[in-house]
């Protein structure tokens, strides 16, 4: 009971949010994927599973699905979205697994995808109301997270079905666990902390209000400290890489930047001083990597092609099967590549769509990559996202993340498509000025 009452929440909060504007509609879908981990993990029952869901819902049917005056612009998008959509549906009537288990694999390929499209109508206030959504949640998922580090994990998860792979992750330092905060997983938190980098940096740099300068910015260490407390290195790796970028590219004032280098430096000796911030330098360990690696890859594309050329089904990769369906799921196939994992269950023209559609994204770096508001937000959202796609070889959930995966196709639509203001300056710039109507001849007169 308490699970349905929960969903019924998450959909009416994101609803009334979502009507109010599209960027408080975003943070309030994020506000449930942030807590989603540690309400699933507590009241186990089939609805909590679909909290995040119903929030998803809440926000789509929110929002106006109209064309905007400025569709011409995203009409690629639209059409890709669409053959990513269709094609699965389509194999929902395929025999090659039951009904239950491939509509939950059709819901970890096809639910997020329509977010794209809202990412495309992102506009400024929009973004600014999501960073200081996301600085809000990082506090206090970094609130909880602390209180994890003090108290010990069991006092908020549970050992059951939904904190197996929590309760699989005591390596760090010592022999703790990973912390989660309040995600489903240490590497959902580490993740989503990652991915909120981007729109923090954005608001610490251009916005002139001191109040959200100081917000955005106590966000962002929570960030650094959640990727530290997670303890996941791929993690770090892709943080490390978006915090020099943004030094050593970024449009912050002097004193700006002086304060972010500061919080580097200050994140950096907490690291240091404390051995269970330490786990990234296991990268360091060539063989620990290597082993990593070859993990990832465990069956070669050909091998999975050969045995599946359309496909085992949806969920037969394990697409965030729940612990009541797994022993439904025939001829299971474990995989840590993504590619591989679309392969699987969506055959080989499932993986032509999706790598198809990656080649168009990196086709529009130069929208990316134009002057305008939010430009380096812009600009770190397109290299996270290009990070993302290539660590997805070494492991699953680019696509069924809870919230990353949101964050991603948010992320992905809104970079592809220029801002309302960046559409008009191109205008203006584009149009021929008309000349001034010129004055009949005056003499001055002597003096």
């Not at 979502?18 to 540690?38: A, E, P």
């Not at 506009?123 to 997270?145: E, K, Q, T, Y």
């Not at 010592?174 to 905060?181: L, M, T, V």
């Not at 380096?376 to 995966?405: D, E």
Request: include cysteine; proline fraction near 4%.
């Amino acid at each position: 009971m308490t699970g349905l009452v929960l969903c019924i929440l998450a959909f009416g909060a994101t609803y009334w949010a979502g009507k109010r504007s599209l960027g408080w509609g975003v943070v309030g879908l994020l506000t449930f994927g942030y807590f989603y981990g540690i309400l699933r993990a507590n009241y186990l029952s089939t609805f909590t599973y679909f909290i995040f869901d119903s929030a998803l819902l809440g926000l789509y049917l929110s929002q106006s699905w109209k064309r905007s005056s400025d569709s011409s612009q995203s009409s690629s998008l639209r059409v890709w979205l669409l053959l990513l959509l269709l094609w699965p549906a389509a194999l929902v009537l395929m025999p090659f697994q039951p009904l239950l288990v491939s509509l939950v694999g059709l819901r970890g390929a096809v639910l997020f995808l329509p977010i794209a499209w809202l990412g495309s109508r992102l506009r400024g206030a929009d973004v600014s109301h999501l960073s200081i959504g996301m600085a809000a949640l990082n506090l206090a998922a970094a609130a909880f997270a602390g209180a994890e580090y003090f108290l010990g994990l069991p006092r908020f998860y549970p050992e059951n079905a939904t904190t197996m792979i929590i309760y699989a992750s005591a390596d760090v330092a010592g022999g703790f666990y990973r912390i989660p905060a309040t995600f489903v997983t240490a590497h959902a938190f580490g993740g989503m902390m990652v991915a909120s980098i981007p729109f923090l940096i954005g608001a610490w740099e251009q916005s002139q209000d001191r109040r959200v300068r100081l917000f955005a910015i106590l966000g962002a260490a929570a960030a650094l400290v959640g990727v530290l407390m997670s303890a996941t290195r791929m993690n770090f790796v892709v943080g490390a890489a978006l915090v020099l970028v943004a030094i050593v590219h970024g449009r912050m004032k002097i004193g700006r930047r002086a304060i972010f280098m500061a919080l580097i430096a200050l994140t950096l000796v907490v690291a240091l001083r404390n051995e269970r911030f330490q786990r990234f330098k296991s990268l360091s360990d060539t063989d620990t990597v290597e082993d990593r690696i070859s993990g990832s890859v465990n069956r070669s594309f050909l091998e999975i092609l050969i045995e599946y050329p359309l496909g085992n089904g949806l969920g037969g990769g394990g697409t965030s099967i729940p612990y009541f369906l797994q022993g439904q799921v025939r001829n299971p196939i474990g995989l840590e590549n993504e590619y591989a994992r679309i392969l699987c269950e969506q055959g080989i023209i499932g993986l032509a769509l999706w790598l198809g559609f990656i080649a168009w994204f990196l086709s529009r770096f130069k929208s990316v990559f134009a002057p305008g508001p939010w430009a380096t937000t812009r600009r770190l959202i397109w290299g996270l996202t290009v990070l993302g796609l290539v660590t997805s070889t070494l492991g699953t959930g680019m696509l069924t993340a809870i919230p990353q995966t949101a964050v991603f196709l948010l992320g992905i639509g809104f970079v592809t498509t220029p801002m309302t203001s960046e559409s008009a300056a191109r205008r203006q710039v584009g149009m021929r000025q008309p000349m001034a109507p010129q004055q009949p001849y005056r003499p001055v007169p002597s003096v």
